[in-house]
């Protein structure tokens, strides 16, 4: 019989990626925080959140390793 992969020991992410995407909601939540305090729509709020997890993750990806 031959032996079946467990694949359920296995990171869903890496570590750098992980980093990565952390770093970016990090982004993301201060925008969103200060775009948010300075009176500005949900609406505003959430693209410029988007926007900013969108360029942190690309900056990110090419800064780390």
Request: hydrophobic share 55%.
């Amino acid at each position: 019989m031959m032996a079946r992969n467990d694949r359920s020991q296995e990171p869903l992410l890496s570590l750098r990626s992980a980093v990565v995407f952390l770093i970016g909601l990090q982004a993301a939540a201060a925008t969103g925080f200060l775009t948010h305090a300075a009176g500005s729509p949900l609406a505003t709020v959430a693209l410029s959140g988007g926007a900013a997890f969108g360029a942190t993750v690309v900056f990110a990806r090419s800064a780390i390793g």
